[in-house]
T-cell receptor
Framework: GDSVTQMEGPVTLSEEAFLTINCTYT??????LFWYVQYPGEGLQLLLK?????DKGSNKGFEATYRKETTSFHLEKGSVQVSDSAVYFC?????????FGKGTRLHILP | EAQVTQNPRYLITVTGKKLTVTCSQN?????MSWYRQDPGLGLRQIYY???????DKGDVPEGYKVSRKEKRNFPLILESPSPNQTSLYFC???????????????FGNGTRLTVT
């Protein structure tokens, strides 16, 4: 069946560091891919998405590229801020099913 | 403001006492879903609904019921709660009901349930 695997956390970085959170997927069809972010005490909210191979989603300085050949959708940001501290979820949507990774907690130190 | 509203935010109850968590969305979305979030397990889907009067089991439906009598509301019912249902619950909605490939989910702020 379809699945999403993302790197385990927590990930701790200093402010202005480069961020990568890895996400790989398995799917029988051609899924859409998403990154959601969950700030403390809140629900998940969409960060970015890509709907087909080679698409790049971007928002708030974050980017992720849909790589069909490596079945990956890694999240990157060039310079993180303390306010980026949150839990990040990779997800895929395919065949009426939405599947989430287990989430990666990110701590940014000032 | 477009939103998904869950109530209550926090709930402490005892084993066996029936409870309902309400969920309402004001975006005219067809698709609604309930998830539970547990440490190390991520988000797991409990039930979902493609439209009014249409509901289906997700990955962990045991011990839960839902109903979809109106488009905007999708309550989660625990007829006889047990301690293993202690969790953080999220309601979500989306504008596409079939082949939800592109439309993102909109989440409520969660309900933290403790069953003693």
């Amino acid at each position: 069946g379809d699945s999403v695997t993302q790197m385990e956390g927590p990930v701790t970085l200093s402010e202005e560091a480069f961020l990568t959170i890895n996400c790989t997927y398995t799917a029988t069809g051609y899924p859409s891919l998403f990154w959601y972010v969950q700030y403390p005490g809140e629900g998940l909210q969409l960060l970015l998405k890509a709907t087909k191979a080679d698409d790049k989603g971007s928002n708030k300085g974050f980017e992720a590229t849909y790589r069909k050949e490596t079945t990956s959708f890694h999240l990157e940001k060039g310079s993180v801020q303390v306010s980026d501290s949150a839990v990040y979820f990779c997800a895929l949507s395919d065949n009426d099913k939405i599947i989430f990774g287990k989430g990666t907690r990110l701590h940014i130190l000032p | 403001e477009a939103q998904v509203t869950q109530n209550p935010r926090y709930l402490i109850t005892v084993t066996g006492k029936k409870l309902t968590v309400t969920c309402s969305q004001n975006m005219n979305h067809e698709y609604m879903s309930w998830y539970r979030q547990d440490p190390g397990l991520g988000l797991r889907q409990i039930y979902y609904s493609m439209n009014v009067e249409v509901t289906d089991k997700g990955d962990v439906p045991e011990g839960y019921k839902v109903s979809r009598k109106e488009k905007r509301n999708f309550p989660l019912i625990l007829e006889s709660p047990s301690p293993n249902q202690t969790s953080l619950y999220f309601c979500a909605s989306s504008s596409e009901s079939q082949g939800r490939r592109n439309s993102p989910l909109h989440f409520g702020n969660g309900t933290r349930l403790t069953v003693t």
